[in-house]
């Protein structure tokens, strides 16, 4: 028994030394594959001695999805904010206001402002032992279990001079490429997109399921360090020493002596900022000595030794001529501001998301009103806010419709959700025009018909849902308006030919929510055929790789409903492939278990899904961006010089097509 314990310390002590070499010095000492493989040994160890559990253990990265409500605890030190400027001259302002309480030489910690959620991290003994947000500044929410999943988070500090008790106060950020990858799955379900990182960051936080936190790779910076007993009387050398401890100290921390240096620090980060990965807002430009902080002091707000100047976004102001309401093929309902075309960021602005109901009447906002408009690091312009003054004729205030604005059903707005939902998915026309264009889009069905003869045909009363596409005759389609025979020919072959269509494209075809291309890929996979799918329980949904509660939950209730499985039972007498055929099932493999590979570049042999299939057929993992979990890329012509680039620095072995078919041994 003793010995079994030893052996998991041991396995704990290697895996924190290899994340330490990766993270903090950038010199990874193992494989990935080594990684993974200690890893591996590590879970199966702990998972069949519970009695030796850790919750500082390395395998904590890969979370839990046990559920509970966020514990509110109270903050030994209040979290406080900053004095906030946009303007140079209040910089100086401050500058030679220290200057002339200090009445001595004083020097300046300059640092980045990341625009994420705010944190705090206990560590004590140096062990992580507690993560909670800002909250009221007072008392915030324990969501410890959600920052141990991440990666630059260390949950063991290492060498000398660690308090036993210390605070790190810092930010959790979404790096850029996460945040798109994230809203481009969210796009592809309907489900209502992040507005930036940083909402999308504090969201993933509020997670329960803290296996899905692990998954959006979120990030820590760390900038203040709080405690009893601190090693050093200068901001500047603590965090140096914390960034030796495993903290993720930002190399943009820069010492200056004169305003003049503050200044430049300002242009040259405002210039470069927009090549980092992460978000920031600003700069936060400190007094680096201990002693001179606690002389200066606070005010009722703010600490008087610290102020953040804050970049400038690009804004303009226009006015709100509409508010026009999308349906998704979900029944999500979105509002959508229609807006004198102004010219922003270089680009005409003419529409901008008012996401939903709290955020319009967080604005107040009314028909004809001058509003701002913001780009600021974000995809869609959002509205920031109000000229109040310049109202002299109130238009109408803006209110959530009540009704589908499509088929006038009472909308309803679950209680926990910002979203509000026509619920007649069966009756409304967009949400049914909708599954039908989702079903014939090219990664599905590929059927050639594009929205407006799907518009047409549902007008004429031809098609009531995609089933109906397999009825559809020549002389219905002949005698249509601007069709014509060769147009009814092709449609009719484009929808013969989706009949061999495989059956993990027509499980995606199906539209059930959050089953997209790749999960139905691992669906079709895990239950060969529908008839299995069908029964499947959600704890044997569970059980396949990469599906959660929420999607398990999503098949079950689908499947669950007579309406579906009659839609179902349509499709398959109409001769669609409801089950892996004998090809696909004989082809399988585990050649590539445990294996994340990259598809970059264009190819001669095969096309990109195509290898995409062929990836998860062997039982590997495709992946959309190179990381240190990448094991090969397969580079065809043309591959981005970035990822090229990336995959020399992490030293991922690139593979040619050749290599690959040899590699799964066809
Ligand atoms: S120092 C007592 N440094 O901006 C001062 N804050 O309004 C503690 N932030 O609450 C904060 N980057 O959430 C500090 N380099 C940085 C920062 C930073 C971002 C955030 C933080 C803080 C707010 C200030």
Redesign the pocket.
């Given at each position: 028994m003793h010995q079994i314990k030893q052996q998991i310390e041991a396995l704990r002590q290697q895996l924190h030394e290899h994340n330490y070499n990766y993270y903090v010095l950038s010199q990874p000492m193992v494989s990935d594959q080594e990684f993974d493989r200690l890893m591996a040994e590590l879970t199966a160890l702990e998972a069949e001695y519970p009695e030796y559990a850790d919750p500082n253990s390395p395998s904590v990265r890969v979370g839990s999805d046990i559920n509970k409500s966020f514990m509110q605890v109270a903050h030994r030190y209040p979290?406080?904010?900053?004095q906030?400027t946009y303007s140079e001259n209040e910089v100086s302002d401050f500058y030679n206001r220290v200057k002339k309480s200090l009445n001595e030489d004083f020097e300046i910690v300059c640092?980045?402002?990341?625009?994420?959620?705010?944190i705090s991290l206990i560590y004590e003994e140096g062990r992580l032992t507690r993560a909670v947000t800002?909250g009221d500044g007072q008392k915030g929410d324990d969501v410890t279990d959600n920052v141990r999943t991440i990666r630059n988070v260390p949950l063991i500090l290492r060498g000398a001079q660690i308090p036993s008790y210390l605070e790190m106060?810092g930010?959790i950020l979404m790096p850029w490429s996460s945040f798109d990858e994230l809203n481009s799955e969210r796009a592809a379900q309907e489900e209502p997109l992040f507005a930036n990182p940083r909402n999308a960051a504090s969201g993933t936080l509020k997670l329960q399921d803290s296996r899905v936190v692990a998954a959006r790779r979120l990030q820590s910076?760390v900038?203040?360090m709080l405690g009893e007993s601190l090693p050093r009387e200068s901001h500047y050398e603590n965090m140096t020493l914390a960034r030796d401890w495993g903290l993720n100290v930002?190399s943009a921390m820069t010492r200056c002596q004169t305003l003049e240096e503050v200044f430049d620090y300002l242009h040259y980060w405002d210039r470069e900022r927009k090549n980092l990965p992460v978000t920031t807002d600003g700069v936060?430009i400190?007094v680096d000595s201990l002693v001179q902080q606690r002389n200066l002091g606070y005010t009722s707000k703010?600490?008087r030794w610290?102020i953040?100047y804050k970049f400038n976004p690009e804004q303009a102001v226009t006015t709100l001529r509409s508010v026009s309401w999308q349906v998704g093929r979900t029944g999500a309902v979105t509002p959508v501001a229609n807006l004198e075309p102004v010219l922003l960021s270089g680009t005409i602005v003419k529409r901008a998301s008012l996401y939903n109901e709290d955020a319009i009447k967080a604005l107040d906002l009314h028909l004809g009103d001058r509003v701002y408009v913001e780009k600021g690091g974000e995809i869609i312009p959002k509205i920031t806010g109000v000229d109040k003054e310049a109202r002299f004729l109130l238009g109408d205030r803006v209110t959530f419709t009540p009704v589908c604005p499509d088929c006038g059903t009472p909308l309803v707005r679950n209680e926990d959700e910002a979203v509000h939902y026509c619920p007649n998915s069966v009756g409304c026309p967009t949400q049914i025009k909708g599954r039908i264009e989702h079903f014939v889009t090219r990664k599905a069905m590929d059927i050639t018909i594009g929205p407006e003869s799907i518009t047409l045909l549902y007008d004429k009363g031809l098609i009531r849902d995609a089933a109906d596409l397999y009825s559809l005759r020549f002389e219905d389609l002949a005698v249509l308006e601007r069709w014509g025979e060769t147009s009814a020919v092709n449609l009719l072959k484009s929808i013969a030919q989706s009949k061999s269509v495989p059956y993990e494209r027509v499980l995606h075809a199906l539209g059930i929510r959050y089953v997209g291309e790749t999960v139905a890929r691992r669906l079709a996979h895990a239950f060969p055929d529908v008839g299995q799918l069908m029964e499947a329980t959600v704890e044997e949904l569970i059980a396949v790789e990469e599906i959660g509660d929420r999607i398990a939950q999503s098949v079950t209730g689908y499947f669950s409903d007579p309406a579906s499985r009659n839609y179902i039972e349509r499709l398959r007498a109409a001769g669609l492939q409801f089950n892996l055929n004998e090809k696909a099932l004989a082809g399988r493999s585990e050649k590539l278990k445990g294996l994340t590979i990259v598809i970059s570049g264009t190819f001669a042999l095969h096309s990109r899904d195509e290898y995409k299939a062929m990836i998860l057929q062997h039982g590997g993992k495709n992946s959309g961006s190179v990381s240190k979990k990448t094991d090969y890329i397969l580079a065809g012509e043309n591959m981005g010089p970035a990822k090229l680039e990336k995959a020399e620095k992490l030293g991922v072995k690139v593979i040619d097509e050749h290599s690959f078919l040899e590699m799964i041994g066809s």
């Open positions: 979290m406080l904010s900053l906030n640092e980045l402002k990341y625009d994420g959620t705010s800002r106060r930010e910076f900038y203040y930002s936060v400190k703010f600490p610290a953040a």
